[in-house]
C-alpha cells in the first residue's frame, strides 16, 4: 500500500502539502523528521507533519519526496505539539511556525548530528602564568582566568565575549593551544552536580518562594513579583540547583542578547555544566551547534532570548522567563507569537513548572495570578545590603536647560560623581536630535517615505529616518528655501554624550544605545568597562534599564518622560509604568543608597503621583481596574488586523470587507477602520482593524471561520495584510 507525507512547508499558505513516499521512505519516515520535495520549480525542506494511507489529489498531481533527511524526529511529540497548537492560535500555517522553531542551518538542510568541537586549552607555558604577566593587557587576562579551570569549546568562547584576536595572539606566543574533540554525549551532570560556589542565604521571602515552587510537582505556572534588587536571580539559582541534581535541564529565557552575558556568568559561575546559548546574534552553525548540546541533554542549562523557546531538551526539568513584561519577548515579524504564552503552553504539555519573574509583571501575567491561575510569589524587599532609593521630581517648567538637563540633576550629577559613585542619565531617543530645522524658514526636513521626521545622527553626518531606514547625508541647504542655517531640533543620546564631556570632562562618558552597540561584542565590552570602573557617566536608551546590575550607580535621572504619558496606545500607561520602575532599580542596588530624579513638564499627572507614591504593584492593579471598565485585554481578548498599501482606499476597502465577515453583538466589538498612529511607513499607507471578543474561544472560532474567506477577497491583491493575535503595540 502506498504511503503518503503531509509535508509543512515555509510558505505562508496555511496548509500542508501531499507527496508520496517511497517504500523505504514510508518505513523510515517519522512525524518530525524532515524531507526535501518539490515544491513549484524549487526543492524547499519541509517537516512531516502526518503520515496517511491516502492522498485526494489526482495520481499525475502527486509528486514524490526527494529525500528523506532525518531518520528520527527532530522535535519530540510535546515539541510538535507545542509549534501545532501556536500556528492554530496565532493564525499562521505549520510550516511558518515551523520556520521559527528550527535554527537556520536545519532548515538549509544541515545534519543534525553533532560534528567534532574545536576546542581552547592552556599550554603547559599558559598554566606556569601569574596575574602579573599580563601587565594591561586585560584582555588576555580575561581569557587566562577563564581558560584556568577547564578547556573551552570555541563557540563558548565567542559566547562569553573573550576577544578573538586576543585568543590568536596567545595561541602565537605558545600559552593555549587548539584541538579538535569528538563529540562524547558527557551526562555526568546527571548523576554529579557540582556547585563552584556557595549558595547565598536566602532572605525570608525568597526561600518562601523557593519552597513553594519545588514542593509542586508536574506542571505549575508561577509570577514571582519582586521589586528592583530583590534577589530574583538568586531565586532562580536556587530552584535550578534542586531541578539539575535531579538529572533535569532548564531553559533560562531573557529580553535581550545584551541580557545573555550577564545571565551566562551567574549560572556558570555557580554550576559546574555546560551552558547552551542561543540568540540572534550567534553564526548559524553557533547555533545548531547550542541546538545539538541541548537535544542530547549535554546542556543542562539553555540561556536564550525569544526563539530559544523552541529549544529541545531531552530531559525538560524547569522553563524561567526573566522580565517577562518586556515587549521583545513578542514577535513582531512573520508569526506574531508571544515566547511568555507560548513557554506556559510548553511546561504544561513538558508538564515542568514555568516561572515568569519581573519587577513590573505585565497586566496579563498579572491578571493570571491574581485570578489564581497562576501561584503569585512577592519579593518586597532588596536582597543583601541594599536600600530602598530616594526618589524625587524636578519640575522643569521655566527652568533653563543645558542639553534636556536642569541645574538641579547637573548638580546633584556632582555631588554623587565627586563621591566616586557612577550616574546614568536615561533619554529614549537615539541620535543627536529627532529633527533638522531650517532657522530661517522654520522647516522641519521630513522622510519622504514616512510620515516622520529624519533623526540627525551627527557622528555618521546623515539624517536616518528611524522607521523604513531611509538615509542621507546632512544636508548644506534648507530642501525649502535654501537657506545655509540647519540645526538638530531637540535631543537625542549623542548630543547629549557631547554635552556631558564638556560638562565633566575629568569623568569619561559612556553612550549605549543601538548605534553604539552596532559592532559585535561592542555591548559586552561597554559594560565590562562599566562595572571595571572605566566609566562614570551612563547614558542609554532602554537597553540600559533591563536588568543589568550596576553597584556603584547611585543616582539615576529621567531626562524626557513626558512623551510616554502622553500615547493612542492604551498600553502606555503600562509601559511607561514599566519603564520608570526598571530605570530606577538600577540605582543603589548594592549597600550604597541611591537616588532617582525624574524631571518633567507634567508634575502634577495623577498617572505619575500614583505611580511615585504608591509604588508599581498598586499602579498595574489600578490599571488592570481601568481595562476591565472599558472592556480591553487582558478582560478582553484582542486581535488587530493590518494593511498597507500604496492607495489608502485600497487599504480601507479590504478592512472594510473583514469587518463586513465579523459578527455584530455586544459580546464582540469591531473597531475601525482606523489609520494606524504612524499613517504612512516605507511609501505605504497603513490602516488597523480591531476586534475584539469577551470569549477568546470565541475569537479563536470566528477568527478561524474568516481566515479562508479573506484569502479569497479581491481586495487582498492589491494590499499587504496579516493578523496579529494579542497585540503588543499599535504602531
Not at 216 to 233: A, D, Q, V
Amino acid at each position: 500500500m502506498e504511503k503518503f507525507a503531509e509535508v509543512a512547508l515555509p510558505v505562508p499558505m496555511r496548509q500542508n502539502f501531499s507527496y508520496r513516499l517511497t517504500s523505504q521512505q514510508a518505513i523510515d519516515a517519522k512525524p518530525g523528521c524532515r524531507v526535501r520535495v518539490p515544491f513549484g520549480r524549487q526543492q524547499l525542506i519541509g517537516i512531516i507533519a502526518a503520515i496517511t494511507d491516502h492522498c485526494n489529489l489526482p495520481t499525475t498531481q502527486i509528486k514524490s519526496v526527494t529525500s528523506l533527511l532525518d531518520l528520527e524526529p527532530l522535535l519530540a511529540p510535546p515539541l510538535l505539539q507545542l509549534i501545532e497548537r501556536g500556528a492554530r492560535y496565532y493564525l499562521a500555517s505549520l510550516g511558518q511556525m515551523l520556520t521559527q522553531a528550527l535554527p537556520t542551518a536545519l532548515r538549509k538542510g544541515a545534519s543534525s548530528d553533532a560534528n567534532t568541537e574545536i576546542y581552547y586549552q592552556l599550554t603547559a607555558a599558559g598554566q606556569a602564568l601569574k596575574d602579573t604577566d599580563f601587565k594591561r593587557a586585560t584582555s588576555q587576562l580575561k581569557i587566562w582566568q577563564t581558560l584556568s579551570t577547564d578547556k573551552l569549546a570555541k563557540e563558548q568562547c565567542q559566547a562569553l565575549g573573550l576577544s578573538a584576536p586576543s585568543l590568536k595572539t596567545m595561541e602565537q606566543k605558545g600559552w593555549l593551544e587548539t584541538i579538535e574533540v569528538a563529540p562524547i554525549e558527557d551526562l555526568s551532570w546527571r548523576d554529579n552536580l557540582i556547585l563552584l560556589e556557595t549558595p547565598l542565604h536566602l532572605n525570608t521571602e525568597q526561600a518562601v518562594a523557593v519552597a513553594a515552587i519545588n514542593s509542586r510537582t508536574g506542571f505549575y505556572p508561577s509570577l514571582i513579583e519582586g521589586i528592583t534588587g530583590s534577589g530574583k536571580t538568586e531565586v532562580y539559582l536556587s530552584l535550578l540547583e534542586k531541578v539539575l541534581a535531579a538529572g533535569k535541564q532548564a531553559l533560562i529565557l531573557v529580553p535581550e542578547i545584551g541580557l545573555t552575558p550577564q545571565t551566562i556568568d551567574r549560572f556558570r559561575s555557580r554550576f559546574k555544566v555546560h551552558v547552551a546559548v542561543i540568540h540572534s546574534g550567534l553564526t548559524d552553525n553557533q547555533r545548531l551547534h547550542a541546538w545539538q548540546k541541548s537535544r542530547s541533554g549535554e546542556a543542562a542549562i539553555i540561556i536564550g532570548t525569544r526563539s530559544a523557546l523552541f529549544t529541545p531538551m531531552r530531559y525538560p526539568g524547569i522553563i524561567i522567563l526573566d522580565e517577562e513584561h518586556d515587549s521583545s519577548f513578542k514577535q513582531q515579524e512573520g508569526v506574531g507569537y508571544h515566547a511568555r504564552d507560548l513557554a506556559v503552553m510548553r511546561a504544561q504539555l513538558e508538564q515542568i513548572p514555568v516561572v515568569l519573574g519581573s519587577a513590573t509583571p505585565s497586566l496579563e501575567t498579572l491578571n493570571n495570578a491574581l485570578s489564581g491561575r497562576y501561584g503569585h510569589l512577592s519579593l518586597n524587599e532588596r536582597a543583601g545590603k541594599a536600600k530602598k532609593v530616594r526618589q524625587g521630581i524636578i519640575d522643569i517648567r521655566n527652568q533653563p536647560l543645558n542639553c534636556g538637563m536642569s541645574s538641579a540633576l547637573i548638580n546633584e550629577m556632582r555631588l554623587h560623581l565627586d563621591a566616586g559613585n557612577q550616574v546614568l542619565l536615561f533619554l529614549n531617543r537615539r541620535g543627536f536630535a529627532p529633527a533638522l530645522i531650517c532657522h530661517e524658514c522654520g522647516h522641519l526636513h521630513e522622510c519622504d517615505r514616512c510620515d516622520a521626521f529624519f533623526t540627525v545622527h551627527q557622528a555618521l553626518n546623515e539624517i536616518c529616518c528611524h522607521h523604513c531606514g531611509n538615509q542621507h547625508p546632512i544636508p548644506k541647504q534648507c530642501h525649502q528655501c535654501g537657506s545655509t542655517m540647519l540645526a538638530g531640533q531637540g535631543i537625542g543620546t549623542e548630543q547629549l554624550e557631547q554635552t556631558l564631556a564638556g560638562l565633566f570632562p575629568q569623568y569619561p562618558v559612556v553612550r549605549i544605545d543601538r548605534d553604539s552597540t552596532r559592532l559585535k561584542g561592542s555591548l559586552e565590552r561597554h559594560l565590562g568597562a562599566i562595572h571595571r570602573g572605566e566609566f562614570k557617566i551612563l547614558v542609554g536608551t532602554q537597553m540600559l534599564a533591563k536588568g543589568h546590575h550596576f553597584p556603584d550607580v547611585t543616582l539615576v535621572g529621567l531626562l524626557d518622560v513626558d512623551g510616554a504619558l502622553f500615547s493612542a496606545d492604551f498600553r502606555a500607561p503600562e509601559r511607561f509604568g514599566q519603564l520608570y520602575t526598571q530605570v530606577a532599580g538600577r540605582a543603589g542596588r548594592a549597600a550604597k543608597p541611591g537616588t532617582v530624579l525624574l524631571q518633567t513638564h507634567q508634575h502634577d499627572n495623577p498617572l505619575l503621583k500614583e505611580l511615585l507614591h504608591k509604588g508599581y504593584g498598586d499602579f498595574a492593579r489600578q490599571q488592570l481596574q481601568e481595562r476591565a471598565m472599558a472592556l480591553l485585554p487582558p478582560v478582553w481578548h484582542m486581535v488587530l488586523v493590518r494593511a498597507e498599501a500604496h492607495r489608502a482606499e485600497d487599504a480601507d476597502a479590504l478592512l472594510n470587507a473583514i469587518a463586513n465577515l465579523l459578527p455584530h453583538d455586544r459580546e464582540f466589538e469591531i473597531i475601525g477602520p482606523l489609520p494606524a498612529p504612524l499613517d504612512r511607513k516605507a511609501g505605504k499607507f497603513r490602516r488597523q482593524l480591531m476586534f475584539q471578543a469577551k470569549d477568546r474561544q470565541r475569537l479563536q472560532r470566528e477568527c478561524e471561520r474568516i481566515l479562508p474567506l479573506v484569502t479569497h477577497l479581491p481586495e487582498t491583491k492589491r494590499c499587504r495584510w496579516s493578523f496579529d493575535r494579542d497585540p503588543q503595540d499599535l504602531l
